[in-house]
DNA sequence: GAGTGGTCTAGACCACCGC
DNA sequence: CGGTGGTCTAGACCACTCT
């Protein structure tokens, strides 16, 4: 006994290395300013560049840093919010709801999407490619599915593919009345695709959000969006975003 | 020039690897079945157990694996789907909303939660812990925030803490009209305390549901839900939850 | 070409669990 | 106590961006 022996928890280097990190972002950085490269910071802290690595990857995963490389990491804006529960009970592609329509294309579901289709697999959907762009940077890309059961007047569409074809799945898709939807959030880890579409590499973090569209007693639609969770604050509900930081910020110049 | 050069894009050995195993849980695995150890799956795939262990973290962050200090690497079940939406409008305590009241003390709110309430420093609040619990593990913890104005009547309370002053703080919150509440999700990671009542380490993922609750003009309470990310999936609307599937999964016995 | 972050290695020791 | 995953090291090379 004899000693007080308050630290009966060694605290992993790495996680005492966030919080120091942590709270220099606060008082001695601006958002944008460039940190020092890694090897740098890890020989000031004394410690390896693997350790380091690991304390920045955690605060990139909260939105406290961004990496990118052969340029550097610079400190990260608070997570911009990003309305996806506004309009309730709307079709995708009414009335300008913040999203791009990219390309479509005819295609086979797999076995995960007819499940949630509640279709068997020999049934055809329409695929089509959206991406959503706000404050200038990318921050979600969707997957729609649609079964050809749901849309029967697009048979003679002309486009085999393009946003022209997108466009016209989607104005199909307004002529139905809808019904109700259902939506889930999960994290998952950005595709090959994906992650291009979202400048990340392949493996970042995304919130997946999916959306079931009801109409005809079926399920009339599917949307799988990825949102980058390191930049984006899912929002829902009536009112605007609910404004959270970590800690005293400014705006570089 | 010459060779046709298809391979432009050598793949990270971590990013194949976890392809492969993805592809094995599928396959060749049960729910709830232990894996090989760290050091045999890496000899057994020819790589260093860094680089193994870089693919069983993405996969344990879909909530493919779950992995256990002392214990070993299983197969994890599909997320359950946990509702987050489902009454419209109700306070926090409401008529059994899956939450159990967990202990309460007053307070004085950090810089981000004053500004969320959209109160001073200055303005003590009562915070309160509640835990959540589904299919016989916890999912989620929550801090709640409620500033002393929004329920003045509970100045003569008895209990200085514990989950008898919890519930009396959620009682006299009822009593108030809710006005309209605002919701955000965000990737996060655990703080120390969160962490030990998830069962879970410290910087684990979760999923940070921020929930304003507006009545007589002002914020009237503030939760902040922190859900394990890697065995939930947040639902949101009026019917259940989608079920979504990686691919055949069969259960353990 | 110089400098950055991303990947990978081969080792070591530690904290925790169950026997 | 033995076996597991968690942390950490000191290197190396690669892919990318900018100049």
Known sequence: MGTTQLETVPEPKYWHLK???????DSEFTVGEILPNERDLAARFGVARATLRQA???LELEGRLQRRRGVGTTVAPPRMGVAVGTARHAWPGAADDAWQPVDS???VPSAAVAAALETGRDEPVHTVRRSRVSHGQP?????????????PDLSAIDAPSGAARARAVLRELQ???LEGQDRAVE???ARADDAKELDRLP???V?????RFFAGGRTAALSVATYRADTCRLTFGDSGGVEIHHGPERQAS
């Not at 919130?207 to 959306?211: A, D, F, R, S």
Request: charged share 10%; aromatic share 2%.
């Open 187 to 189: 994290l998952g880890s």
């Open 175 to 177: 002529r139905l009345e």
């Open 56 to 58: 920045l990857e955690q």
């Open 203 to 205: 493996g970042a973090p």
């Open 105 to 107: 294309a005819p295609a």
């Open 139 to 151: 921050v979600a890309a969707e997957l729609l599915y649609v079964p050809a059961l749901s849309v």
């Open 19 to 25: 919080t120091v990190l942590s709270e220099a972002l």
């Open 207 to 211: 919130l997946v959000v999916t959306t």
